[in-house]
């Protein structure tokens, strides 16, 4: 079974930065997409960044710009850079892993970690 723990959400003014971790109890190497996702209070889980197993990385267009991902193959992690936040980032992120074969998607979930944005 894989697990994932996030790390690193909290309570950050506008305009201010946080850093998410995310620790995958196996090699990384194995899965072909590591991502963050988030839920906004009453609305649905959305995809925030992607990152690929050779780096390539993909974001939603609210967070160009202000967002990177990025991995550490040799730790097994996945960070989430996040700046110039806004109230609108407020969510609970989730870090996810996903693995495919021919057959199957197999989707791994973290528990989730809360940022709030907030004056």
């Known amino acids: 079974q894989v697990q994932l723990v996030e790390s690193g959400g909290g309570l950050v003014q506008p305009g201010g930065s946080l850093r998410l971790s995310c620790a995958v109890s196996r090699s990384i190497f194995v899965f072909n997409v590591l991502g963050w996702y988030r839920r906004a209070p009453g609305k649905e889980r959305e995809l925030v960044a992607g990152i690929g197993s050779l780096g390539r990385t993909n974001y939603a267009d609210s967070v160009k710009g202000r967002f990177t991902i990025s991995r550490d193959n040799a730790k097994n992690t996945v960070y989430l850079q996040m700046n110039s936040l806004k109230p609108e980032d407020t969510a609970v992120y989730y870090c996810?892993?996903?693995?495919?074969?021919?057959?199957?998607?197999?989707?791994?979930w973290g528990q989730g970690t809360q940022v709030t944005v907030s004056s």
């Open positions: 996810n892993a996903r693995q495919a074969d021919t057959a199957r998607i197999y989707d791994y």
